[in-house]
């Protein structure tokens, strides 16, 4: 089989990162419920508790999302200059729009329910929570919110284009960014985050309208990861010819500023009122960590990842769905394991391994062969004679 020229050119170490990250946001979601916190807007909290997961959480929380928005970012001109506006906007009404809607409606309040029926011996009825407490307080978009905030970027991307479509032409010249682009570049993003953190707290959720969920204090440092991606793409970075981050530098540099910013965060941004001096602090560390996490990973992935095996094949080609599904498949594990006293990292490990299972088997075997047969019915009624 002839394969499409986008898939021989595809950049499979980005694809293999994207999925690499969904699995570590899976995890990321299960070590929420073993932290020392009393997180009591969190699904299921565990009886077991670990400080080791309130360091993971909030050095992870750093650079996930970056590195989510990169990518997309980069992949997107391809699909918009190969389809144009109309053709880039029916895919991602298909495969974003309409499953972020239907996430939001009917999945997300699942995940809200499950704070109630993780903690209380009668849980209030789900279709009267579903009603009322859903659309007031209790309102959130799970991991949708990802979803509609990619569709606002695109949205924005499309304007861009429209506005002007010449920079959108890819560079014949690859070009490496200058000594100064990624120190302005994390100063621009940090100061971002500083001056939204003067009005909301730095983890704080917004809901606008009910339409978008928002962390408005990441907001701009998101786009501008999702800009970022453009950018690479149009002078072809990670390319033969173009800018590839060389993986020592950046990992110490990560390594570094991991531990830089746990103990900068652990210090002065957990107390009730934040200077506005550790404020500053606080959003250079952050800008700093997402920065040089995600090129460190980029640069791990680039130089050991860039395959094409059948195990990173098919985990690329399901972690959309294992994003979409985890949050249903994790907490009935969670709420079943809950109570039991047993080593917390035995039973960490082991909903964190029987969770990724799952949700690849389900997604491998069960939604992938029901859209494959969807796909095949449409195409054998188009092909009937009339």
């Known amino acids: 089989m002839n394969l499409p020229v986008a898939n021989k050119q595809r950049v499979y170490f980005l694809d293999n990162l994207?999925?690499?990250?969904?699995?570590?946001?899976?995890?990321?979601?299960?070590?929420?419920?073993?932290?020392?916190?009393?997180?009591?807007?969190?699904?299921?909290?565990?009886?077991?508790?670990?400080?080791?997961?309130?360091?993971?959480?909030l050095g992870t929380d750093v650079y996930i999302m970056p590195i989510m928005f990169l990518v997309a970012g980069?992949?997107?001109?391809?699909?918009?200059?190969?389809?144009?506006?109309?053709?880039?906007?029916?895919?991602?009404?298909k495969r974003i729009v309409v499953p972020w809607v239907g996430g939001v409606l009917f999945l997300a309040p699942f995940v809200a329910y499950s704070t109630f029926y993780s903690r209380m011996d009668t849980p209030p009825n789900y279709f009267s929570f579903w009603a009322t407490g859903f659309w007031g307080p209790y309102y959130q978009q799970a991991q949708y919110w990802?979803?509609?905030?990619?569709?606002?970027?695109?949205?924005?991307?499309?304007?861009?284009?429209?506005?002007?479509?010449?920079y959108f032409k890819k560079s014949n010249q690859p070009a490496t960014p200058s000594l100064w682009f990624f120190p302005a570049f994390a100063l621009f993003t940090a100061a971002s985050f500083f001056i939204a953190n003067l009005f909301?707290?730095?983890?704080?959720?917004?809901?606008?309208?009910?339409?978008?969920?928002?962390?408005?204090?990441?907001?701009?440092?998101?786009?501008?990861?999702?800009?970022?991606?453009?950018?690479?793409?149009?002078y072809s970075w990670f390319t033969p010819d173009g800018y590839s981050p060389r993986l020592l530098p950046w990992g110490l540099s990560a390594l570094i500023m991991l531990f830089v910013f746990l103990a900068y965060r652990v210090t002065f941004t957990l107390m009730p009122d934040v200077p506005i001096v550790a404020k500053v602090g606080h959003a250079l560390t952050h800008a700093t960590l997402a920065l040089t996490a995600t090129l460190a990973l980029i640069a791990l992935f680039q130089r050991?990842?860039?395959?094409?095996?059948?195990?990173?094949?098919?985990?690329?080609?399901?972690?959309?769905?294992?994003f979409f599904i985890h949050q249903c498949v994790l907490i009935p594990i969670g709420c079943a394991v809950q109570k039991m006293q047993i080593n917390v990292w035995v039973k960490y490990l082991g909903v964190s391994l029987v969770t990724v299972l799952l949700c690849f088997l389900i997604a491998e075997y069960v939604i992938t062969y029901l859209l494959s047969f969807g796909k095949q019915s449409s195409n054998t009624s188009t092909q009937l004679p009339k």
């Not at 979803?147 to 010449?166: C, E, K, R, S």
């Not at 606008?208 to 990861?225: A, D, E, G, T, W």
């Open 200 to 234: 909301f707290w730095n983890d704080a959720w917004v809901n606008v309208k009910f339409l978008f969920m928002l962390q408005p204090v990441r907001f701009i440092l998101h786009l501008c990861y999702f800009g970022l991606g453009v950018y690479a793409w149009k």
């Open 18 to 57: 994207k999925a690499f990250i969904i699995l570590l946001m899976v995890v990321f979601h299960v070590a929420m419920g073993y932290t020392t916190w009393d997180l009591k807007w969190w699904t299921v909290n565990d009886v077991q508790k670990h400080s080791f997961f309130d360091f993971f959480i």
């Open 304 to 322: 050991f990842f860039d395959s094409n095996a059948y195990l990173w094949r098919r985990l690329a080609a399901n972690s959309y769905i294992i």
């Open 74 to 93: 980069y992949f997107a001109p391809i699909v918009l200059l190969k389809k144009g506006i109309s053709g880039f906007w029916q895919g991602k009404l």
């Open 146 to 166: 990802f979803l509609g905030v990619l569709a606002l970027f695109f949205l924005l991307l499309t304007i861009a284009y429209q506005i002007n479509p010449a």
